[in-house]
């Protein structure tokens, strides 16, 4: 059910897609927008409607994401970087690959997502440590959890940094000066959201080598111009927001299991908490 024509000029009506229509917001008749991505920060800004139930499609994100994660977390260890390198330049010595079993993997949410990114390194021995909010039940995939304010011991003892958040007030630039310059060496690969993470302080912890290198699937601009300070940054591999492409049947399912929670009288496990922002 995609738009208003049609039925009873007061029928209410249940939406599907990226963004409501501009002539929809604020429409009373709208009782349930669903939306076909998993971030809904850019449909917050600015407020939601009271009374206006909000979901949002997850489906195999995770576990693409996942996959994601462990292969460049792989190919790290394995020194697929270096060895890139060395093909297009004359010969050099070689780095021995360093093993993933028993090295730190910092977790930065503890959502789908960074579930899925948990269960797939620790699938190939890393220590996973999950960063995430108090109330979040413990267990799961990851070996321990700890919420943010208690990361500070683990940032020096981290081989991979995973930023997995969501944008909310609370997140935006959370990966600054202070969180970054405290690595000892990580890589730090972020497929959360853009505006989580400083570029400028991102910049200056590659220069001084607290990060060994960076991934970037997400940007606060998307894609960035010629010209944008991400091209200058060293050591870092961008790769257009591609880690968790969402396909049609993901978001058929989960708008079916959004449903069928309504239709028993449950609140749907993908309904957005608007005032957490996720």
Do not use: K
């Given at each position: 059910?995609?738009?208003?024509?049609?039925?009873?000029?007061?029928?209410?009506?249940?939406?599907?897609?990226?963004?409501?229509?501009a002539r929809l917001r604020g429409d009373p008749?709208?009782?349930?927008?669903?939306?076909?991505?998993?971030?809904?920060?850019?449909?917050?800004?600015?407020?939601?409607?009271?009374?206006?139930?909000?979901?949002?499609?997850?489906?195999?994100?995770?576990?693409?994401?996942?996959?994601?994660?462990?292969?460049?977390?792989?190919?790290?260890?394995?020194?697929?970087?270096?060895?890139?390198?060395?093909?297009?330049?004359?010969?050099?010595?070689?780095?021995?690959?360093?093993?993933?079993?028993?090295?730190?993997?910092?977790?930065?949410?503890?959502?789908?997502?960074?579930?899925?990114?948990?269960?797939?390194?620790?699938?190939?021995?890393?220590?996973?440590?999950?960063?995430?909010?108090?109330?979040?039940?413990?267990?799961?995939?990851?070996?321990?959890?700890?919420?943010?304010?208690?990361?500070?011991?683990?940032?020096?003892?981290?081989?991979?940094?995973?930023?997995?958040?969501?944008?909310?007030?609370?997140?935006?630039?959370?990966?600054?000066?202070?969180?970054?310059?405290?690595?000892?060496?990580?890589?730090?690969?972020?497929?959360?959201?853009?505006?989580?993470?400083?570029?400028?302080?991102?910049?200056?912890?590659?220069?001084?080598?607290?990060?060994?290198?960076?991934?970037?699937?997400?940007?606060?601009?998307?894609?960035?111009?010629?010209?944008?300070?991400?091209?200058?940054?060293?050591?870092?591999?961008?790769?257009?927001?591609?880690?968790?492409?969402?396909?049609?049947?993901?978001?058929?399912?989960?708008?079916?299991?959004?449903?069928?929670?309504?239709?028993?009288?449950?609140?749907?496990?993908?309904?957005?908490?608007?005032?957490?922002?996720?």
């Amino acid at each position: 059910i995609t738009g208003a024509e049609g039925g009873a000029p007061d029928a209410p009506l249940v939406l599907v897609g990226a963004h409501p229509a501009a002539r929809l917001r604020g429409d009373p008749r709208v009782r349930w927008f669903h939306s076909v991505n998993a971030g809904v920060d850019a449909l917050l800004d600015g407020g939601w409607p009271a009374g206006v139930l909000l979901t949002r499609t997850v489906g195999r994100m995770g576990e693409r994401i996942g996959q994601y994660a462990l292969a460049w977390v792989l190919a790290d260890c394995q020194g697929v970087p270096g060895h890139l390198a060395r093909t297009a330049a004359p010969p050099g010595a070689a780095n021995p690959p360093n093993w993933p079993r028993g090295q730190t993997a910092l977790v930065y949410g503890t959502g789908h997502i960074g579930t899925a990114v948990a269960s797939r390194l620790g699938a190939a021995g890393l220590h996973t440590v999950g960063v995430g909010r108090a109330e979040h039940a413990p267990g799961g995939p990851f070996d321990e959890r700890i919420t943010a304010g208690e990361d500070g011991p683990w940032l020096g003892r981290a081989r991979f940094v995973v930023d997995a958040l969501p944008l909310t007030d609370a997140t935006r630039d959370f990966f600054a000066d202070a969180r970054l310059s405290a690595l000892r060496g990580a890589t730090f690969l972020n497929v959360g959201r853009g505006a989580t993470v400083s570029l400028p302080a991102l910049g200056r912890a590659l220069a001084a080598g607290h990060v060994r290198g960076a991934v970037l699937d997400v940007l606060t601009d998307e894609p960035p111009a010629p010209g944008h300070p991400v091209w200058e940054l060293p050591r870092t591999t961008l790769t257009s927001h591609s880690a968790g492409i969402t396909a049609g049947t993901d978001i058929t399912a989960d708008f079916r299991a959004c449903w069928e929670a309504l239709r028993a009288g449950q609140a749907p496990e993908l309904a957005v908490r608007v005032g957490r922002g996720y």
